[in-house]
């Protein structure tokens, strides 16, 4: 048996065996649940440590503010090897505005942040079309896909986020 075959059995046998023990997916597969959204508000409310120090810090946080203004980009580059210069700090700033943006609204009910959220979100997803740069490329798109996913998650239970977005 060549090492082609080898190696395709051995993720055959790792399919098949982790199936089996593979535990059912949890939605959301995000960092935080809805208990944990009702625990933060209630220690929240309760103006509990060190709860309401780290909800101080998100609000005034530059990041989740209303006058926050996204800049999005048709193609990000990170990384040598591109003919343009490095501008993954733009998605870098929106996926943590998003996020922090979505985490207020989820917490404080403010649907103004779910707006700025959805905003960001929208942006993005109608201007960018592309990662690029070298091996970093694909580095940035799970760093900064990964807060956009968890704002997206967030939102997704945002009844004012219209279904074609």
Known sequence: ???????????????????????????????????D???????????????ISGWNILIDNLHAQLDYRPNPTRVIYRGGGSPQPENYSRVMNDAAAAYQCALRWKISGDKRYAEKAIQIL??????????????????????YGYPLANAAEI???????????
């Open 1 to 35: 048996m060549d090492k082609r075959n080898v190696f395709m059995l051995i993720i055959l046998l790792f399919f098949i065996t982790g199936m089996s023990y593979a535990q059912g997916f949890v939605h959301p597969g995000i960092l935080h649940t809805e208990k």
């Open 122 to 143: 929208n942006v993005w997803a109608d201007t960018c079309v592309q990662v690029s740069g070298d091996t970093n490329g694909a580095l940035a798109a799970g760093l």
């Open 37 to 51: 959204f009702d625990r933060i508000r209630k220690k929240v409310k309760e103006k509990e440590e060190p709860w």
């Open 155 to 165: 939102m997704r239970t945002y009844p004012g986020w219209k279904k074609k977005d």
